[in-house]
């Protein structure tokens, strides 16, 4: 009979980010995890995750199969506690170590049966994912952080809140703004799209709310609907919301807490029934601070707020979105056409600022320029030839760091024993370990990791 274990208690709030991870790789995490660890910047990944090799040292060092410590980082200009645990209960789980990041406080109790296994990833997806519906299939990308947001979607499709789409340009939020009405219970009304950028103030009430015949010199005679009545019981797509005046906002935030509108030259409310979904590139919170935008419809927009990866954080979907660019061109040239291996892989290295609006421009330059089937480095546009001899020049600094490194086992020995009579030799200077850490200039944290590792303490 199998022996009933009791299960641990860990402190958790809904808010924070949790992920767990063995041998240094996340093997599962929540969204709102990947949300934060995206979020970073290159240098702060890399303090991030010395903060957790240090823990992971100082922890393994302490022969208690459950324990945890907390840290504190200030990342730019974000103050990040990291709680990690070690579980190390035999019988199951075994050198994981459970991450929870975001702001600390009361919580409340997490229980972490101990026959919990994580090893099994892609049962531990199954019970955390929303599996994909047969509409998102047209959508390309299989990056978990984009798998993340389509979940999202698909959840935001099942009800009729406020939806808005944060994401650089050219990522594809006006894609997802269709998708989402696509796959609603609204898909048998319309789809309304409003660009707040292109719109001037003295014509956005005839736009948006319609006119009444004869309301005013030029006006068609039979007057006009407006947007809003277009999509009633549909859905109105606000693109560049962060684009609109201050004047455009606060008639947006009328009609939509009033769900009524009056039409230019007219004296009747009409009342209308919009799914709203809003899409912007830029920082609202930061246009809310300067006075740009009004705080009362940002958050009547942000009811469901989803974030677009930019496509440098999904590089595995470079190759799979520019051959699916390049399908269509093989179909409507009836040839067979094909990046080399190596178009492909410097394509993967660019950062590609203009996101998936830009690799697909390249793609049809590329098409435009080739001479045959095979689409080579030699079709690259000249921005990308730059990005080429760089990627190279990296490659070449890989190999021979690469070669350094087999040559290193020894050196790292070295260097460890004297790390270690170093430490020895001032513990037995110094009056106590606080003086010491100041002589040796490091860490509370690292010094004592480093007094486990060497067996000094």
């Known amino acids: 009979m199998k022996?009933?274990?009791?299960?641990?208690?860990?402190?958790?709030?809904?808010?924070?980010?949790?992920?767990?991870?063995?041998?240094?790789?996340?093997?599962?995490?929540?969204?709102?995890?990947?949300?934060?660890?995206?979020?970073?910047?290159?240098?702060?990944?890399?303090?991030?995750?010395?903060?957790?090799?240090?823990?992971?040292?100082?922890?393994?060092?302490?022969?208690?199969?459950?324990?945890?410590?907390?840290?504190?980082?200030?990342?730019?200009?974000?103050?990040?506690?990291?709680?990690?645990?070690?579980?190390?209960?035999?019988?199951?789980?075994?050198?994981?170590?459970?991450?929870?990041?975001?702001?600390?406080?009361?919580?409340?109790?997490?229980?972490?049966?101990?026959?919990?296994?994580?090893?099994?990833?892609?049962?531990?997806?199954?019970?955390?994912?929303?599996?994909?519906?047969?509409?998102?299939?047209?959508?390309?990308?299989?990056?978990?952080?984009?798998?993340?947001?389509?979940?999202?979607?698909q959840k935001a499709a099942q009800s009729d809140y406020p939806v808005l789409i944060q994401g650089e340009s050219g990522t594809g939020k006006e894609i997802l703004?269709?998708?989402?009405?696509?796959?609603?219970?609204?898909?048998?009304?319309?789809?309304?799209?409003?660009?707040?950028?292109?719109?001037?103030?003295?014509?956005?009430?005839?736009?948006?709310?319609?006119?009444?015949?004869?309301?005013?010199?030029?006006?068609?005679?039979?007057?006009?609907h407006g947007l809003f009545a277009e999509a009633h019981q549909g859905t109105l797509f606000f693109d560049e919301i962060g684009d609109a005046s201050l004047q455009t906002q606060a008639k947006l935030l009328r009609v939509l807490n009033e769900g009524c509108f009056k039409r230019v030259g007219g004296t009747k409310n009409i009342e209308v029934d919009v799914r709203v979904i809003s899409a912007t590139n830029k920082d609202l919170l930061e246009l809310l601070e300067e006075k740009r935008f009004r705080q009362d419809l940002f958050y009547r927009l942000n009811t469901i707020t989803i974030h677009v990866p930019p496509l440098r954080e999904r590089s595995r979907d470079i190759p799979l979105l520019a051959n699916f660019f390049l399908m269509k061109h093989s179909r409507r040239l009836q040839r067979r056409l094909q990046f080399t291996p190596d178009c492909l892989e410097v394509m993967r290295s660019y950062s590609w600022p203009g996101n998936v609006r830009e690799l697909k421009g390249v793609v049809d330059y590329m098409v435009t320029m080739a001479t045959g089937s095979l689409i080579t480095e030699t079709y690259f546009p000249d921005f990308l030839r730059a990005n080429q001899q760089e990627h190279c020049e990296n490659n070449e600094g890989r190999q021979q760091q690469i070669k350094a490194e087999e040559n290193l086992g020894l050196l790292a020995m070295a260097v460890q024993n004297a790390e270690k009579e170093v430490i020895r030799e001032v513990l037995q200077q110094a009056k106590n370990k606080s003086e010491a850490i100041k002589i040796l200039g490091t860490s509370r944290r690292t010094f004592y990791a480093k007094l486990k590792q060497y067996d000094l303490e």
């Open 177 to 224: 703004a269709r998708m989402i009405h696509k796959t609603s219970r609204r898909n048998r009304k319309k789809f309304v799209d409003i660009n707040c950028a292109a719109i001037p103030d003295q014509l956005i009430d005839s736009e948006l709310f319609g006119y009444e015949k004869g309301a005013f010199t030029g006006a068609s005679p039979g007057g006009r």
């Open 3 to 153: 022996k009933q274990l009791s299960p641990v208690h860990i402190s958790i709030k809904s808010s924070d980010a949790v992920a767990i991870f063995k041998d240094g790789i996340i093997v599962f995490a929540t969204y709102s995890f990947k949300e934060l660890y995206n979020s970073l910047k290159s240098k702060e990944r890399g303090e991030f995750n010395r903060t957790l090799r240090d823990s992971n040292r100082a922890l393994q060092g302490s022969g208690e199969p459950f324990t945890h410590m907390r840290e504190s980082l200030i990342l730019g200009d974000k103050e990040i506690d990291i709680s990690v645990y070690l579980l190390n209960i035999p019988g199951s789980l075994k050198d994981h170590l459970l991450v929870l990041a975001g702001p600390r406080g009361p919580g409340t109790d997490l229980a972490l049966p101990v026959s919990y296994q994580p090893e099994d990833t892609d049962q531990v997806s199954s019970r955390v994912e929303t599996k994909l519906s047969s509409a998102f299939s047209e959508l390309i990308g299989e990056a978990p952080n984009f798998k993340a947001v389509l979940s999202k979607v």
